[in-house]
């Protein structure tokens, strides 16, 4: 009820503001956390391994950078937030309207470490058309969309929820495992997330975040149905230490369902 409450006060451009901004997202060089989230997703695609019809991203909020690499792969994108002012936001993106957050940089950064020199403005054409569903979500149910996916998802990506939405460990492996109801057996799971953060900054809004180590990030994915594939992390260096919350770190897991 808490997590709920807080929610109803998270600002999207505030939380944009201080996750995909400089400090953070600076691309002058890959220490900074955004080149390093996005090179571990265009690696990951890179294998040509994962892909199929449709890849759902659990918790989008007002974000569409983990979805770049993603989308080369998928003929659909299905993005999913809980609150309806993240899914406007990622509305007037995917339709190009203005006031509609800068991404450019991301993109053009993800097509130069992607190395086929492909204009940026192609990427964005076909994330677009790709993205032609952003439904709501409460990862708490064990139904989170209120029905099954048909068919279900071919892939899964969640980037920075279910940590921020869980009040403990059981029910970060609850959320995981509702989620893996979406996606198909074998499927291909992909999660970033936060290690060891106790709270995030949206606005007005003072999130809690169930505080992780990479053990339990291991122990969840197994409890909840999941084979690891890969486990990398990122620690956060003092300058982008910067109050919006107190992340140590950054996980990146690759596993199958
Ligand atoms: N994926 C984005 C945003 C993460 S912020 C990124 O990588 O930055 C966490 C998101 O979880 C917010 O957008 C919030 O609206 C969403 N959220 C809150 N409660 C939720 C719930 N019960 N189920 C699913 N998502 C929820």
Redesign the pocket.
Known sequence: AA??EG?EH?D?RA?LRN??LPPRADFSSEEFVVPW?LRCLAETFASGEIRGRTLI???????I??LLSACDHFEEIVA????A??REELGRWARGEPGAFDWSPFIQHVCKIEGRGEPWQDKQRRLRERLRRILP?????PE?LGAPLRPPADALL?????E??SPDRAAFVR?LAHVGNLLRPGGHALL?GALGESF?L?GPAR?PVVPLEESDVREALAAAGFALRELRSYAMPPALRTGVDDVDGVFFAHAQK
């Open positions: 997590l709920r929610y998270f999207p939380y996750n995909y989230k991203d659990v918790g989008s909020g007002p974000t950078y983990q999913t937030d809980y609150l002012v993240n979500i409460d990862v708490h149910r989170p969640s980037a920075f929820c279910l921020a939405v959320a970033l995030y949206a999130l």
